[in-house]
């Protein structure tokens, strides 16, 4: 254990903006101390103690989120339509909107946990946080491809059009490296997964949050983000929110945002679930 422990305010940046985002096994394959949690928690200056108490509280989190999305008879109805038998691997291939130890994914598995009869599924979340999608394609082999999946969803593009703060006249990758990044993620998983791809659109930002948040060296414009959105939207597969409003239709609304008006508060990740489960049971042409 680390000697020099974590302050309160450090704590907080702690508890909302790392901790959730931040699994030494995805950052460090590596590290020997990778399966260790009081490794891990010495990374972090708090006791192993804390960090398990931490992980399980959001956990339990995404476990009551996924109970008040199952009190909306829609998505009831929903549940019956979808097409899985319990016994699926389903991937969820990402970035730290993915990555959230309380987010979308982890509340989409409780979902289809609590509504399944002897659910037998296998979650894979390869979400790594801040990854673009030249990053993420680079470890598509060892961090979905190596599970054989049945299905995958895929949510990029947030931050390919990040603008650093030191070099503010261009995107950090140009909307043409996303386009055929995602060409080839589309092509390596339509060659080696059964079912549709599932993608999600990225979700707007709401810049202002963003850019007053002392962490963060970049921000993302949405008149950029939104030829992301366009990309995706036009995929084959299943396409999840293709007109990336459902963090608000007048506009993305800040409950649905943690204060960096870039991830998602536990409300926001219920959109996205709710969308998921909406778009998967629709008929099939």
């Not at 907080?12 to 590596?30: A, D, N, S, T």
């Not at 999305?69 to 970035?95: H, R, S, W």
């Not at 961090?143 to 995958?152: F, L, N």
Request: aromatic share 8%; with cysteine; net charge negative.
């Amino acid at each position: 254990m680390a000697k020099r422990k974590a302050s309160e305010e450090e704590k907080g940046i702690l508890e909302q903006f790392m901790i959730p985002f931040y699994h030494v096994e995805k950052r460090v394959p590596l590290f020997p101390g990778k399966s260790s949690l009081e490794s891990e928690a010495g990374l972090f200056g708090i006791p192993e103690g804390e960090l398990k108490s931490f992980r399980n509280n959001m956990d339990e989190n995404a476990r009551e989120a996924a109970l008040d999305i199952l009190k909306d008879d829609e998505i009831v109805d929903c549940l019956d339509k979808l097409p899985f038998d319990g016994e699926e691997t389903i991937v969820a291939f990402g970035d730290s909107i993915t990555e959230d130890a309380q987010g979308w994914f982890t509340i989409l598995k409780h979902v289809l946990e609590i509504s399944s009869e002897n659910p037998d599924f296998n979650f894979v979340n390869a979400g790594v946080s801040y990854n673009t999608t030249s990053e993420a394609l680079r470890r598509i082999d060892r961090d979905v491809i190596i599970h054989e999946p049945d299905w995958v969803i895929v949510a990029l593009g947030t931050f390919d059009p990040q603008r650093l703060n030191i070099a503010p006249n261009r995107t950090l990758l140009p909307l043409s490296e996303t386009w055929e990044n995602i060409e080839t993620i589309q092509s390596v998983l339509e060659e080696r997964v059964s079912n549709p791809i599932i993608w999600v659109t990225p979700a707007p930002v709401i810049t202002e949050m963003l850019n007053e948040n002392p962490l963060y060296d970049f921000t993302i414009e949405n008149k950029d983000l939104s030829q992301v959105q366009e990309l995706i939207s036009g995929k084959q597969g299943a396409i999840i929110d293709a007109t990336a409003r459902r963090m608000g239709e007048g506009g993305p609304q800040a409950w649905n945002y943690l204060p960096d008006g870039l991830h998602h508060s536990l409300t926001g990740h219920m959109e996205t679930v709710k969308g998921i489960i909406k778009k998967l049971a629709e008929p099939k042409d």
